[in-house]
């Protein structure tokens, strides 16, 4: 007796055996079962997935000696002849091969004839999409009122190339694809009935590499088993396949995370040398790096994607979500480059020597406040040895320019808080210009550290003026663009509970805000006491020039 493919010897006979299409299978049973099947069914969904079968179990339910029933015998004649496809009164039509207009008409004309033996004449179109416009419209006339005797079941990969007036004819169920867990679970079980041993690790790769098709999962397994006995190991799967060796694949993820490029070379070695091609490593990477990208991304929970587990235990946090695109723009380039079989192999190691040498990329705003608190610590550094030449008398300068600059801050501006004090004002609008800062960087983090490194000048006409340093104008071109300007006017007004516009300058004389808090400290304490800063005592002047305040009374100790 000839060898029949285990699709075909394992093809599901009844509703409990269809995997993974839980809800046609309840509701088509409910249809029959109330007695309310509709004259037109459309399967829609991928290759593989069990819409032809459904088709024919459905058929069976219609059509078994002992029904309608939603549990046909599978033992009648029509229970079998439906099985095997050969039923008179079932016909099985290929869209694909009868799309012509003259197939349609010869179903237009046969479909008044009453069935020869079972309740109904049933017509199962496979690939329906496939017909012609005049088919279809052809059809049209006998789908909107068949005879009571007459149904029809549609199964399509295509729903979209159905026309509108024959999808709305029919009732439509669409087919997903399947689960991996579920396709490992049927090969588990096939395998067993085989008497076949195979590995837990093989059954997942095949599983895996059938991406959803049933159908697809058990020819895998049918060309694996023609190879390899009663016996399946990883490693045959893998050769058959030609998917590398996942531990091949993980060695490759832990010499990115080293960085280390001859190890990274080394694999890719080896993985050619046994017969892999450039293109099939590098699009095993790539979907990898999807995994990684989608598990950073949406987390473990996602449903919708099959983790490979050891990949996402060991790897999810090694990259970030930056590096991860990074890395995918690198293998895609190669994957797309490929097509010239000379080069590929030195595209796989240039991409792979190029993701080992790769810094961990961050986005341009991490990349904004590592700078700004780089920035921070170098003006901190800088304080140092100025406040060392400071240690003595102030010189004029420093004095000159604690006296221009304060009064240059209030002057042109209007108090914030109604206070009349310039030293008050400048100060409240200070708080007020913290508070602003504090709900911006709530909102958007990046934009704060572009703004705190600005100083507030003041508030007049409704304009909040915000001065940079020069070294910082990068810092200013930014935020004037509109979006981050909006921002920061509309913190403002919920904070200011009125209409703000901002104002940003670059200052011309450039006076780090920093160091100049160490000549005059009193400006950022919360009192507002003037600071002395001469005194004839060399030891008070050089307290005062230390810790800055005033003098209230001098006690010397005995
Ligand atoms: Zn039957």
Not at 296 to 311: H, R, Y
Request: proline letters at 3%; glycine letters at 6%.
């Amino acid at each position: 007796m000839s060898y029949v493919v285990l699709a075909r010897r394992y093809r599901p006979q009844t509703f409990e055996d269809v995997v993974g299409q839980d809800a046609v299978v309840t509701t088509l049973r409910n249809a029959i079962r109330s007695n309310r099947v509709a004259h037109a069914y459309l399967l829609a969904g991928p290759r593989g997935v069990g819409k032809t079968s459904m088709a024919r179990i459905l058929s069976k339910a219609l059509n078994c000696k002992h029904g309608p029933t939603d549990t046909p015998c599978n033992a009648c004649d029509i229970c079998r002849c439906i099985s095997e496809g050969n039923d008179i009164d079932v016909l099985e039509i290929d869209g694909a091969s009868n799309r012509g207009i003259d197939e349609v008409r010869n179903i237009r004309q046969n479909v008044s004839y009453a069935p020869s033996r079972a309740r109904y004449k049933i017509y199962i179109i496979d690939e329906v999409h496939m017909l012609t416009r005049e088919a279809f419209n052809a059809l049209l006339k006998t789908l909107e009122e068949p005879p009571s005797h007459v149904k029809f079941i549609f199964a399509t990969t295509a729903v979209n190339r159905l026309p509108e007036t024959v999808q709305s004819r029919c009732q439509r169920f669409d087919f997903r694809n399947i689960s991996a867990q579920d396709i490992e679970k049927r090969l588990a079980y096939i395998c067993r009935t085989e008497g076949v041993q195979a590995e837990d690790a093989a059954i997942h790769t095949i599983a895996r590499y059938a991406r959803g098709g049933l159908r697809d999962s058990q020819s895998v397994l049918d060309q694996i088993l023609s190879f390899c006995k009663d016996r399946i190991s990883s490693e045959d799967v893998n050769f058959v396949l030609g998917c590398i060796d996942e531990d091949k694949i993980l060695g490759m993820f832990d010499s990115f995370v080293k960085k280390d490029a001859p190890s990274a070379l080394k694999t890719v070695s080896e993985i050619l040398s046994e017969g892999k091609t450039s293109g099939e490593c590098i699009d095993q990477m790539l979907s990898c790096i999807r995994e990684l990208l989608i598990f950073s991304s949406c987390g473990q929970e996602t449903k919708w994607v099959e983790f490979n587990a050891s990949l996402v235990q060991r790897f999810g946090n090694s990259f970030t979500r930056d590096t991860l695109m990074y890395m995918v723009q690198i293998f895609s380039d190669a994957r797309m480059r490929t097509t010239d079989s000379l080069l590929q192999r030195i595209l796989l190691e240039m991409a792979v020597i190029k993701v080992c040498r790769m810094e961990s990329v961050g986005s341009l705003y991490d990349v904004v406040e590592r700078i700004a608190a780089l920035e921070d610590r170098l003006v901190h550094i800088n304080d140092k040895p100025a406040k060392r030449n400071e240690e003595g008398t102030p010189t004029q300068e420093t004095i000159s320019r604690q006296m221009v600059s304060e009064p240059d801050a209030g002057a042109c501006c209007t108090p914030l808080a109604g206070n009349r004090d310039h030293g008050e004002d400048v100060h409240n609008g200070k708080d007020v210009w913290e508070k602003i800062l504090l709900s911006i960087q709530n909102k958007k983090k990046s934009t704060w550290a572009l703004l705190k490194e600005g100083r507030f000048i003041g508030f007049k006409n409704e304009e909040i003026t915000i001065e940079f340093p020069s070294k910082c104008s990068f810092h200013k071109e930014k935020l004037d663009q509109i979006e981050e300007k909006k921002l920061v006017e509309q913190c403002a007004k919920e904070v200011m509970q009125g209409n703000v516009r901002l104002k940003l300058t670059v200052s011309k004389n450039d006076i780090p805000e920093k160091s100049k808090a160490t000549v005059s400290p009193a400006r950022n304490a919360s009192d507002q006491q003037p600071v002395d800063l001469h005194h004839p005592d060399a030891t008070v002047q050089k307290t005062l020039s230390l810790f800055g305040g005033h003098v209230v009374k001098i006690k010397k100790g005995g």
